[in-house]
């Protein structure tokens, strides 16, 4: 002290809600300096300095219990309503559908009765961290209860299975709360946005009252609009039939034949999935494919096709009756897995390539383009080829379509049947098939149905066509029978 001319010291202790918080330290050159009435100043001082840190750290707290669950962390029912709020104002809850999930816990009552309080609230911290993993914008509106937002699913059973899946992940493992294992359950409510409601606080009143009907008839999922209930469990029955068909192999090709347009002869195929149901017959894919995509089916459904059409290629092969190539359609969730081109090499094997062609839509390989050339250029070297499906309808420019591993261009129904509606419809189908060929590209025409279609194609020079005007779609024996008449398709006239 001498060292540093401090002769007098005055250490002031500032307490916060009973504990010492911190010091307030003064210090004079002159020995003596603190008087007993001095001393009374600075004790009062510490005090207003104490008082004001204390008023302070309320006042944070007051702010923070006014937005924030205090168990857990987790925003409360007034930030999540703001935040709601603000998601709809602004025009953020996607494209597809948008809906307000409501989610509590089975028979959290009975925790607190047995194992205590605090068991109760180690379960709550322990489901909230969960459901924060899962949903970053989860929040505690309840006792047990928690509420979160899904975005961007395009039907009501993808926005089913998204809620189950969250069940799954979140309540599916047993919690150890208190040296107990224990396995809780969960009921989810949902309200569906603008259909249920468009603001925040009708979308959370009526994902309540759904999730009150799923309590009282003992469901684990229910929407508020009864409709919707319906409509989710169609889809849901739907799938599992679809599952039984694929374990009872219930799924069927049949083809449809491409036909140069100068001889009419059959130069390829079209394979197209249907479903032999055992009691309904013959189901065409718009009644399953967005099912079989929705639940995650459609890869194993999409490899069954790829080995279907190249055994049916080997038998007409093997029986001498040529080697057209086959195409067949790719979902785009096909074509998202990350070991499609694998797949696809697996599948044709050392002599199905040249065999194969893989159908895929533009919108699709535009999805992530870099990555769709690179994957397509790969299963190009295998000698498989790459059509552009329904070519027109997207977004192509020139510059993408330059860089797209393709072979062929397929122009789309609406392009063919508009060449019918005056000059703008030809001169549409007359770029396309300029370009394609400019581009080294085939060029093929969907949905051909008259012979005035069939002509005017011809005078624009495109390379092949397929449609009712040739043929619906057969069964491989018909395919067959066809094969081996060598014969130019008789035009068929539609209806």
Not at 43 to 59: Q, R, T, V
Not at 246 to 262: D, N
Not at 356 to 380: G, Q, S
Not at 410 to 438: Q, Y
Request: aromatic share 6%; net charge negative; glycine share 8%.
């Amino acid at each position: 002290m001498i060292a540093t001319a401090t002769r007098s010291l005055a250490l002031l202790p500032l307490v916060v809600d009973g504990r010492v918080a911190g010091v307030l330290g003064l210090h004079s050159e002159a020995p003596g300096f603190f008087t007993s009435a001095e001393m009374k100043l600075l004790n009062e001082l510490a005090g207003d300095i104490s008082f004001a840190l204390d008023h302070l750290s309320k006042a944070d707290r007051i702010l923070y219990l006014a937005k924030y669950d205090a168990l857990t962390g987790l925003p409360n029912r007034r930030l999540f309503g703001e935040d709601l709020t603000q998601r709809l104002e602004d025009g953020k809850s996607g494209s597809g559908l948008f809906a307000v999930v409501l989610v509590d816990m089975e028979r959290f009552g009975r925790v607190n009765e047995t194992l205590g309080r605090a068991a109760g609230d180690e379960l709550l911290r322990e489901a909230a961290a969960r459901l924060q993993k899962l949903h970053p914008t989860v929040a505690r509106i309840g006792v047990d209860l928690f509420a979160f937002p899904v975005a961007d699913k395009h039907s009501v059973s993808e926005l089913a299975h998204a809620v189950d899946e969250v069940a799954a992940r979140c309540f599916g493992e047993p919690f150890v709360i208190a040296g107990e294992t224990l396995r809780m359950g969960c009921r989810a409510g949902i309200a569906v946005c603008p259909s249920d409601g468009r603001d925040a606080e009708t979308l959370l009143r009526n994902a309540e009252a759904a999730l009150r009907r799923a309590k009282t008839a003992a469901q684990h999922c229910v929407f508020y609009a009864p409709e919707m209930n319906a409509r989710v469990a169609e889809a849901l029955a739907l799938e599992s039939r679809l599952r039984h068909a694929i374990e009872r192999q219930e799924f069927v090709l049949h083809y449809q034949p491409k036909v140069s347009l100068p001889d009419g002869r059959i130069c390829g195929l079209e394979a197209l999935i249907r479903w032999q149901h055992p009691e309904h017959g013959l189901v065409p894919p718009l009644r399953f494919i967005s099912v079989l995509e929705e639940a995650g089916l459609i890869g194993t459904v999409g490899r069954w096709a790829l080995r279907q059409a190249l055994a049916d290629h080997r038998r007409w092969r093997d029986a001498g009756l040529g080697s057209l190539r086959v195409a067949v359609n790719v979902s785009p969730l096909q074509l998202r897995e990350a070991d499609f081109a694998a797949q696809v090499r697996e599948v044709a094997g050392d002599d199905g390539g040249e065999a194969l062609e893989l159908e895929i839509t533009e919108n699709v390989i535009m999805e992530n383009m870099d990555r769709n050339v690179a994957m397509l250029k790969d299963i190009r070297s295998r000698g498989v080829t790459v059509a552009i499906d329904d070519f027109g309808t997207g977004y192509s420019s020139l510059a993408y379509i330059a860089k797209l591993p393709a072979t062929s261009l397929k122009i789309d129904r609406a392009f063919v049947t508009g060449m019918s509606e005056g000059p703008h419809g030809m001169v549409m189908v007359s770029s396309i098939i300029a370009l394609a060929h400019a581009l080294k590209l085939k060029v093929v025409a969907e949905g051909v149905e008259t012979e005035e279609q069939s002509h005017k194609l011809s005078l624009l020079s495109c390379d092949e066509a397929q449609g009712y005007l040739f043929s619906r779609p057969v069964t491989a024996d018909e395919i067959e029978a066809m094969l081996r008449s060598g014969e130019p398709l008789p035009l068929r006239v539609t209806a």
